[in-house]
């Protein structure tokens, strides 16, 4: 699927898509100190001490990807309690998140126009909260989480059904990211994709 660029998606806000999606973290909002931190802080409550670096060098956010990266057993990191350390931690430390403010006024420009989503890999409570913090909890958001579809990126599923929430055909929407997983996700439900590492924010 072609890649419009950030001045031709610009261009196509008056009327050129149905919906524009946006990934969160990173896309919406400045968060990978927190969420490094949350890494950080949920291994440590499970006996387990590392860096900030140590994070930073290879970011992986779950406990399945923490343990292949530790070599530790499942025991030593269960899904659920590591989990839950990591959005206790976040929940105590939103005032770590910074709004971005380019990104800020594309989707407020493309509310004026259009359907807006978030379509994000992190849990939607997670999500509707961040987008609080940053103040864009007024625009008329429709939210895609983890939480909400059986497969999360890279998996199609979750920008599949965020069109389907908002009753417009894929094809006709302009979906924001920032990893190579989102990319293929929005990519395969047949979006175009600005990718803001190499068409930033302007």
Same mark, same amino acid.
């Given at each position: 699927?072609?890649?419009?660029? !950030?001045?031709?998606?610009?261009?196509?806000?008056?009327?050129?898509?149905?919906?524009?999606?946006?990934?969160?973290?990173?896309?919406?909002?400045?968060?990978?100190?927190?969420?490094?931190?949350?890494?950080?802080?949920? *291994?440590?409550?499970?006996?387990?001490?590392?860096?900030?670096?140590?994070?930073? !060098?290879?970011?992986?956010?779950?406990?399945?990807?923490?343990?292949?990266?530790?070599?530790?057993?499942? !025991?030593?990191?269960?899904?659920?309690?590591?989990?839950?350390?990591?959005?206790?931690?976040?929940?105590?430390?939103?005032?770590?998140?910074?709004?971005?403010?380019?990104?800020?006024?594309?989707?407020?420009?493309?509310?004026?126009?259009?359907?807006?989503?978030?379509?994000?890999?992190?849990?939607?409570?997670?999500?509707?909260?961040?987008?609080?913090?940053?103040?864009?909890?007024?625009?008329?958001?429709?939210?895609?989480?983890?939480?909400?579809? %059986?497969?999360?990126?890279?998996? %199609?599923? %979750?920008?599949?059904?965020?069109?389907? *929430? *908002?009753?417009?055909?894929?094809?006709?929407?302009?979906?924001?990211?920032?990893?190579?997983?989102?990319?293929?996700?929005?990519?395969?439900?047949?979006?175009?994709?600005?990718?803001?590492?190499?068409?930033?924010?302007?």
């Amino acid at each position: 699927m072609t890649r419009p660029t !950030a001045a031709q998606a610009r261009n196509h806000q008056d009327g050129g898509y149905a919906a524009y999606a946006f990934d969160f973290d990173g896309t919406l909002a400045d968060t990978t100190d927190l969420n490094h931190a949350c890494v950080q802080a949920a *291994l440590a409550a499970h006996g387990i001490t590392i860096t900030l670096d140590w994070v930073a !060098a290879e970011p992986v956010f779950t406990a399945k990807q923490l343990r292949r990266r530790l070599a530790i057993p499942t !025991a030593a990191l269960p899904e659920a309690t590591f989990a839950e350390a990591a959005l206790a931690h976040w929940f105590a430390h939103t005032d770590r998140i910074r709004p971005i403010p380019a990104a800020t006024a594309t989707a407020r420009h493309a509310a004026e126009h259009a359907a807006i989503t978030v379509v994000s890999a992190n849990y939607s409570d997670i999500v509707r909260h961040g987008l609080t913090v940053v103040g864009l909890d007024d625009l008329p958001w429709t939210v895609v989480g983890r939480d909400d579809v %059986p497969h999360t990126k890279p998996a %199609p599923d %979750p920008y599949l059904h965020a069109a389907h *929430l *908002l009753g417009v055909d894929p094809r006709r929407c302009l979906a924001h990211e920032d990893t190579d997983e989102g990319i293929t996700a929005a990519t395969a439900a047949g979006m175009h994709v600005i990718d803001i590492r190499h068409h930033p924010w302007r």
